[in-house]
Structure formats: structure tokens, C-alpha cells
């Protein structure tokens, strides 16, 4: 064997790796940022329809028309809105104490409303014209042009009555309601057409904190229990086999709550804090999904990511890495923990370069395919990542892509999958 920069001290481990098949590059990185100011104001639990990125500012619902840049407001009710926001099409749906309201959002008049007991945890639609809200134990199903109750779905519970709920998590797809909640027993799957639970999948000892369904899939997001430790996890569950698969997160210590998104192409967004991370349909981490603490993704528009900053909406091309980048890609990191090899993502951010495992530093290049050096406050620091590649005759893949990273605080191989 013949290495180009170096003699490993790690030949086993790297053998161990040499028949992993090709990582595919990450989305996006973004370029200049369009700008809508939201004129003093805020919206938060803001969801993307059509050519508007819709939230709640305590008791109205605002409207951002992302293609004309213009903020108005739509919908006002004399109580606060409680914090969930659903569109579906050219209607919306939100819930003041006691009361859900269906919207027509080019309007901005009220379809329908309709009483419901208990507090609300969710709503949402469920396929054309029914509209739901669910509580602690069940979910009520109205018609969304009338208000007229359809169906009350009991959804049974563990958590004796008086204590105080666990988050919990949702998703729809198609006429089924997906439910993350440790006092349901895991993922509770309803059916809203037929007014039943369809299915109960259980996942002992976790806290979802968020719940996405895509490519016959649910992927769950939150923290589970691991020997005695709450940790982060995600999971993909196949909707017809049943199979848990524990997913590669892109960093260890994630900043919670979490969210997933539906990205591009079938992809799932994971989002923790300001950064954002994709997945694709069967659970590979493709890498980051723009630079963090800017603001939070609120999903896509017109091929670009709209990010919810608070006081303002951003727009960012999302920018391919060129074709044949020789750092771009997914690796796994030998030396990087002890006794431990985790998935790391290697994505292009503008001119430079971020790896999910340290997702606030920027890397560019010093030497063009040969080096990438940390860029700090406009100085290149210290911390280095070296590119060479490992050479096996013997083998049916006759050349690997393995990276030497030498920082201050550690040094490891990242050797590409």
C-alpha cells in the first residue's frame, strides 16, 4: 500500500473502510441573501405556501409575499393565538383558547371555526376539506368549510390524568396523523379519514421532539435514553417492515429543540438552533445546509431556502459544489473520539468549506486540492486538513480519498465513504 502524504498509523481501520460505497455532495451553500424586513415586528411558527412565508405575531396571522417583498397583516383575533400554524393550500388553520379558525389566506377572512375541549398540542389539515386539533389524548376531526365535527379520535395514553403532558411531536401525510409522545407510548399513527388509530409503533424511552414522514419512512427527532443519559437521537422507522435504523447525526452535542423539514428532492431537513442538515429518503446525512446562527429554515421557496431571522426573512441560493470537488463529500472520522468512528460531512460554504462535526469554523484553501487551513476573522489560523489517498492493488477499489485534520485539540483521518 502507498499513501501520498503520510504513513498511517491506522491500517487496519482504514482497510475496514476501503469497500464503503461513493458519499453523494451536499446541497447547498448560500450567496447572497435577499433581505425582507419585517418592519419592527416579529413572526415565529412560520410555514411556507405558495409564494408567502406565513406566522403568528401574538393574535394576528402575518403574511410575507416572498416574490413582491411585501409584509401584511391577514387574519386578527381578540384572544392570542395559541403557537401552531398550519397552510394548505389557499387555506390556514390556528387556535385561540378553546377555538380553532379555518382562513382563507388571500382573503383574510375566516372559512369556519369551531369549539374543541382541552388544550391544543397540534393541528393541522388532513387531506381536502378536513381540518384536526389535537390534545393530550385525543384528536378531533371538523369539515373545513363548515366547522361540523366529524370524528373524536381517542389515543389512549400512559401518563396518568392530572400530570403535566410531555412534549410531543406531529406529521401528516395524506389522510394519517403521525404522533411522536412518550405518554402515547411512542408513534401513534391515526387515521383521520376513518376517525381510528391506525397503528401504534413503540419506541421505549424517547422524548420526540419532532416527526417527519418521507419515502415510506418516519424519521424521528429528540432525545432517548442511554444508559441511564438522556442523548440526542434520530431514527428512521420503515413504515412497512417496522425496522428501527438509528441515523449519523452531524454533531454530538446538538442544540435542542429539533426540527424536521421536507427538503429538495425527497430530502429531510434536520434544523437544531440555526443550523440545518440534510438527509436523504433512506437516511444518509448529506451534509450542512448553510452557515449557522443565522437564522432559522422555514422551508423553500422558488429553489431557495427562506430563513426566518425574527425581525426579518432571508431568501439564499443554495449554490452546488462544482462538479469533481476533491473535498466535498462524506467521511468517516478515525481518532476523532476515542475508540470511535463517526460520520463526518464535508460542504462547500461560499469560498471556503464547513465540516458538520465543527460546524462554526470555515476552512479554505491554501493550496488548491492539496490543503485547507481554518479561517478566522478574516487570519488563517492554525488548524489544517490535508488531502491524500491511499492506494490497495489487491482490492476491488484501487484508490481511496483519506484526509489528515491537525488541529490544536485533536487529529484524526477522515477517509471517504
Not at 473535498?327 to 464547513?354: C, F, K, M
Request: hydrophobic residues 40%; proline residues 7%.
Amino acid at each position: 500500500m502507498r499513501v501520498s502524504f503520510l504513513t498511517l498509523t491506522l491500517p487496519a481501520l482504514v482497510a475496514a473502510f476501503v469497500l464503503a460505497t461513493p458519499g453523494r455532495p451536499d446541497d447547498p451553500a448560500p450567496e447572497n441573501p435577499a433581505r425582507i424586513d419585517l418592519g419592527g415586528s416579529c413572526i415565529w411558527n412560520t410555514v411556507v405556501g405558495g409564494d408567502h412565508l406565513y406566522g403568528l405575531n401574538y393574535d394576528r396571522v402575518r403574511a410575507v409575499d416572498l416574490k413582491q417583498r411585501k409584509v401584511r397583516d391577514i387574519f386578527q383575533t381578540p384572544q392570542r393565538l395559541e403557537p401552531f400554524l398550519a397552510v394548505e393550500g389557499k387555506l390556514g388553520c390556528v387556535a385561540s383558547r378553546g377555538r380553532l379558525h379555518v382562513i382563507d389566506l388571500a382573503a383574510g377572512q375566516e372559512v369556519c371555526s369551531a369549539e374543541f375541549p382541552g388544550d391544543v398540542r397540534g393541528l393541522g389539515f388532513a387531506g381536502p376539506g378536513r381540518a384536526f386539533v389535537r390534545g393530550d389524548r385525543t384528536v378531533t376531526v371538523f369539515d373545513a368549510k363548515t366547522g361540523k365535527l366529524l370524528h373524536t379520535i381517542d389515543l389512549g395514553g400512559q401518563k396518568p390524568p392530572g400530570e403535566s403532558p410531555s412534549p410531543s411531536a406531529q406529521d401528516v401525510d395524506g389522510a394519517r396523523l403521525f404522533i411522536g409522545s412518550p405518554d402515547l407510548g411512542g408513534l401513534v399513527v391515526a387515521d383521520l379519514e376513518r376517525g381510528e388509530v391506525a397503528e401504534r409503533l413503540p419506541m421505549r424511552d424517547w422524548r420526540p421532539e419532532a416527526v417527519r414522514v418521507a419515502g415510506g419512512r418516519a424519521f424521528m427527532a429528540g432525545a432517548r435514553l442511554s444508559y441511564g443519559i438522556w442523548i440526542n437521537g434520530l431514527v428512521a422507522i420503515d413504515l412497512k417492515t417496522k425496522e428501527v435504523k438509528h441515523l449519523a447525526l452531524p454533531a454530538e452535542n446538538l442544540k435542542r429543540p429539533c426540527a424536521l423539514l421536507s427538503g429538495p428532492g425527497g430530502t429531510v431537513i434536520l434544523t437544531c438552533d440555526d443550523t440545518a442538515h440534510q438527509y436523504d429518503a433512506e437516511g444518509k446525512l448529506l451534509g450542512g445546509f448553510g452557515p449557522p446562527k443565522r437564522g432559522r429554515l422555514a422551508g423553500f421557496w422558488n429553489g431557495q431556502a427562506v430563513l426566518d431571522c425574527i425581525d426579518r426573512v432571508e431568501l439564499m441560493t443554495a449554490a452546488r459544489p462544482e462538479p469533481g470537488d476533491p473535498w466535498v463529500g462524506n467521511y468517516i472520522a478515525v481518532g476523532l473520539h476515542p475508540a470511535q468512528a463517526s460520520e463526518v460531512a464535508i460542504t462547500r460554504d461560499g469560498d471556503g468549506y464547513r465540516l458538520s462535526s465543527f460546524p462554526d469554523r470555515k476552512f479554505v484553501e491554501a493550496e488548491k486540492g492539496v490543503t485547507l487551513v481554518v479561517k478566522e476573522d478574516g487570519r488563517t489560523g492554525l488548524d489544517r486538513i490535508s488531502t491524500g489517498t491511499a492506494h490497495f492493488p489487491a482490492s476491488r477499489e484501487k484508490q481511496v480519498v483519506i484526509l489528515k485534520a491537525e488541529f490544536c485539540y485533536a487529529e484524526f483521518y477522515l477517509i471517504r465513504k
